[in-house]
């Protein structure tokens, strides 16, 4: 289903108090909440929400465990540019989440390593009983995650290449497209479809084209953001400029 927002403070207080319901939930019955987490632009208002929520409101993250969809390669945790830093700056310095919950695809491993570290990564994932939620923004290209196009529907967290445009579109925040990493790991397609609830968020004029496409296209691996048309445990969450090419 789609939900269309007057603006995305609105959507994202929304979010913010899905996530929120999840996390109580589970304390109450004494159980973890394992959450699936993006960066960039599109989630930062949400992450706003739960601190605003945890500060003031008293809601706790002690019982919460965090994946991140994925990490730049190679990138260095302390990086300006890393989710690391992101998520921290964020989310994670403003909350009480244990930091041995925190789990973010590593940067700085080498190329031998990866695959090893990408099944531990899946494995951590179902043995606490699998994502409760996912949250998702959507690139350009129609990546989720960053399983740019080509990506397979089953595929598993790996080792990626990032598609120019995502480059282009990541080159402010490195001061030009060549400081830019071109790869990336990730969670596949797969991987987040396991989760027993997905919600992709985009909100701008920006992001119209390829919101209509992902949401009414033919489906293909071509837009990945496509694939989730065929799951019924997706919300997409969207402000009226990123509708405004719905049929
Ligand atoms: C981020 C991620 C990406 C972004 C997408 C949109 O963890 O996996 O798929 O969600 O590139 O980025 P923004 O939100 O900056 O427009």
């Known amino acids: 289903p789609v939900k269309v927002y007057p603006g995305q403070n609105e959507a994202s207080v929304d979010v913010a108090n899905r996530i929120a319901t999840i996390i ?3 304390q109450e019955k004494g159980e ?4 699936g987490l993006a960066t960039g632009a599109t989630p930062v208002r949400v992450y ?13 993250f002690s019982n919460v465990v965090t994946f991140n969809l994925d990490e730049y390669y190679p990138m260095k945790p302390d990086a300006d540019q890393s989710y690391v830093t992101f998520m921290n700056k ?6 009480d989440i244990p930091k041995d919950h925190i789990n973010i695809p590593d940067g700085t491993l080498p190329q031998e390593a990866i695959q090893a570290f990408c099944e ?12 409760d939620i996912q949250i998702l923004g959507i690139g ?11 990506s397979a529907p089953n595929s598993g967290t790996r080792l990626v290449i990032l598609d120019d445009l995502t480059r282009r579109d990541a080159s402010r925040d490195f001061g030009g497209k060549e400081n830019v990493p071109t790869k990336a790991i990730t969670m596949g397609v797969g991987t987040i479809f396991k989760a027993k609830e997905i919600i992709l968020m985009a909100w701008n004029e920006k992001k119209a084209e390829i919101v209509k496409k992902a949401v009414e296209g033919e489906i293909s691996a071509d837009i990945p953001a496509t694939f989730l048309q065929l799951s019924d445990k997706v919300e997409f969450v969207l402000d009226e400029d990123a509708a405004s090419q719905l049929t």
Do not use: C, M, W
């Open 90 to 95: 964020n989310l994670f310095d403003h909350i």
């Open 32 to 35: 973890t909440a394992v959450l």
């Open 140 to 150: 350009r290209t129609g990546h989720i995650g960053f399983n740019e196009p080509g």
């Open 48 to 60: 706003k929400e739960l601190v605003r929520l945890h500060k003031e409101e008293g809601l706790s």
């Open 120 to 131: 531990a990564y899946e494995h951590k994932i179902s043995s606490l009983g699998g994502l």
């Open 24 to 26: 109580k939930q589970k």
